[in-house]
């Protein structure tokens, strides 16, 4: 389960449902940390590393392939904190910031490191529906810090003392 099969269910839910948006965002974050665990599992090389992965790191930063392996293992150890720091209230908001720039960087990575000046519309052609099936992996962290932070809006409007208390420190 990733965030990208899990957008329809979302937006399902949200569109045609009364489910809370407290349990809209715990699914929400069940599944950008499931994908961001996966995806880390593959960049430390605990599965086998994608050569794609590879490819797209050489490509976009402009490393050799060790340089490239390394910075997927920082990345890969990064996604697996987010996966786990995502659900401590002290740490949620910047884990689902770093989901929203990394997810939507690695989804436009696919046709910013696959891109070939000589076939333009085949390149385009070809990878943008590969960004467009990965974008949820930008959009539903961004979905579930908006509700996150409309929930602790409302907590905050609805109990005034917690609010003078926060604007005091």
């Known amino acids: 389960m990733d965030t990208t099969i899990v957008s329809p269910t979302l937006?399902?839910?949200?569109?045609?449902?009364n489910i809370s948006n407290n349990k809209l965002?715990?699914?929400?974050k069940i599944a950008v940390a499931l994908t961001f665990l996966c995806h880390g599992l593959y960049a430390i090389g605990y599965y086998p590393l994608p050569g794609q992965f590879v490819d797209m790191m050489i490509n976009g930063f402009f490393v050799n392939q060790e340089q490239s392996v390394l910075l997927l293992k920082v990345f890969g150890i990064i996604d697996i904190l987010i996966a786990l720091?995502?659900?401590l209230p002290i740490t949620t908001s910047i884990s689902l910031w770093y989901a929203i720039l990394w997810g939507t960087l690695t989804a436009l990575a696919r046709v910013t490191t696959n891109f070939y000046?000589?076939?333009?519309w085949q390149s385009l052609n070809q990878w943008i529906p590969e960004m467009l099936y990965r974008i949820p992996h930008g959009?539903?962290?961004?979905f579930v810090?908006?509700?996150y932070q409309s929930v602790k809006l409302r907590?905050?409007?609805?109990?005034p003392s917690?609010?003078?208390r926060m604007s005091s420190i």
């Open 117 to 120: 000046i000589d076939f333009p």
């Open 145 to 147: 810090l908006f509700l």
């Open 11 to 17: 937006l399902y839910l949200l569109l045609f449902t």
């Open 139 to 142: 959009s539903i962290p961004l």
């Open 25 to 28: 965002i715990y699914i929400g």
């Open 162 to 164: 917690s609010s003078f």
């Open 155 to 159: 907590q905050s409007s609805t109990n």
């Open 85 to 87: 720091t995502i659900f």
